[in-house]
Structure formats: C-alpha cells, structure tokens
C-alpha cells in the first residue's frame, strides 16, 4: 500500500523559510517521479515542482528561484525547501508519487500558512 507522510508545515512570517519533507512506503519510491502540489483555500490544486528519477527538476513560474526540490532515495524521502515566502504560498502542500503529477497517490497534506 502507499504511503506518504508529509510533515514541516507551520505559520511563517513572509520572508520566511520552510522545510518539507515526505516519506513514503509501500512502493519502490526510487523508480519513481515525485512530485509536490498545494490546494490554497477556495482553490484546486495547484502543481509546485516535479523531480525525477535522476534527479531532474522542475518548478512552476511561481515558485522558480524561489523554492528547491530534492530527494534522498537512501531515506524514501521528499524534500522541499521554500525560501522567500509569501503569502501567496500558504495552502496545504501534498506530495505525489508518479507522472501523474495532480491525480496520483497522494498524503494527507501539510499546511503552510505565510502571514505577519
């Protein structure tokens, strides 16, 4: 069975800086593209950034420069480091397994919220 676990939310002030991390199970999470995704209030979902299985990233326009993506296979972890938040950026954040970036397995989600 599939398993994500995502973790590091929280309340950051706009400037601030964010850690995320998923960890999976249940799945061989190394053969896999990974991906993170974020649902604002009143809004669908929103795709973040993809990582493949070398390592290849990629980023929506809204975040490019601002937010990095990465993996640690060793671990069966998701990471995501968000730098110069604001507060367009608060939503709950999900992290997908596979091509599918919107539609595939999902956790239950992690909430972000950037205010002063």
């Known amino acids: 069975e599939v398993q994500l676990v995502e973790s590091g939310g929280g309340l950051v002030q706009p400037g601030g800086s964010l850690r995320l991390s998923c960890a999976a199970s249940g799945f061989f999470f190394s053969l896999l593209p990974m991906n993170w995704v974020r649902q604002a209030p009143g809004k669908g979902l929103e795709w973040v950034s993809s990582?493949?299985?070398?390592?290849?990233?990629d980023y929506s326009g809204s975040v490019k420069g601002r937010f990095t993506i990465s993996r640690d296979n060793a671990k069966n972890t998701l990471y995501l480091q968000m730098d110069s938040l604001k507060p367009e950026d608060t939503a709950v954040y999900y992290c997908v397994a596979g091509s599918s970036r919107l539609t595939g397995p999902r956790g239950q989600g992690t909430q972000v919220t950037v205010s002063s």
């Open positions: 990582i493949n299985i070398r390592g290849t990233t």
